[in-house]
């Protein structure tokens, strides 16, 4: 029966943590839930021992119930739940303007991701898409300028449609947009 109100004990607890601080309290409701279930029997027990104590003054004989590490474990996870929770909430702050323009700033240093897309937009024109060999990547084929934008000069080696591999340069100019797999090609030259 004690088991029983534990559980349903730690469940109100789970809602509680979700419903009052989103879901990065998850974790820490569910570590409050063991903590709760570890915890309530051995308070129960320690509550049993001081009963049967009584009852062996009256002369009552009552079978004693098993010592348990779980007090321990309990109070140790219901600290961690503590411990848990608290990041969760300050995970939960907004950022400042600051952490955005610096987030923001980090995702534009990144020249692999435009080269992807790049790349992509350039197999489009192509006669041959399958054919498509691109060179090695290096930083001097890409160039920030700023905003998020950047213009590539490269080339890509393919098969025309007479099937004869040709060397076709181009130039693209492609912007990030709010998220991370949000590429706008701006312009684009094969010659």
């Known amino acids: ?21 989103g879901d990065g309290a998850i974790i820490a409701g569910l570590i409050g839930v063991v903590a709760i ?9 320690l509550i049993h021992k001081k ?8 002369g009552i004989e009552e079978k004693p119930l098993k010592q348990s590490a779980g007090l321990t474990i309990g109070l140790f996870l219901f600290v961690i739940s503590l411990v848990a929770f608290g990041f969760s ?5 907004p950022k400042t303007e600051s952490e955005i323009i610096a987030e923001r700033k980090e995702e534009c240093e990144d020249t692999i991701t435009p080269m992807f897309y790049v790349q992509k937009a350039v197999k489009q024109n192509l006669k ?11 930083d001097s084929q890409i160039q920030h300028i700023g905003d998020c934008v950047y213009q590539v000069r490269s080339y890509v080696d ?10 076709t340069s181009f130039y693209v100019r492609i912007k990030r947009g709010e998220t ?10 094969l010659h």
């Open 158 to 167: 393919s098969q025309n449609s007479f099937g004869a591999t040709i060397r």
């Open 180 to 189: 991370e797999n949000d590429w706008q090609i701006q312009n684009i030259e």
């Open 51 to 58: 009963t049967m104590a009584a009852a062996k003054e009256k």
């Open 89 to 93: 909430i300050d995970s939960n702050k």
């Open 1 to 21: 029966m004690i088991n029983i109100i534990s559980w349903i004990l730690g469940t109100i607890f789970i809602l509680f943590t979700i419903g009052f601080f």
């Open 128 to 138: 041959s898409p399958a054919t498509a060999e691109f060179p090695f990547y290096d």
């Open 37 to 45: 279930c570890q915890t309530l029997p051995v308070t129960y027990k």
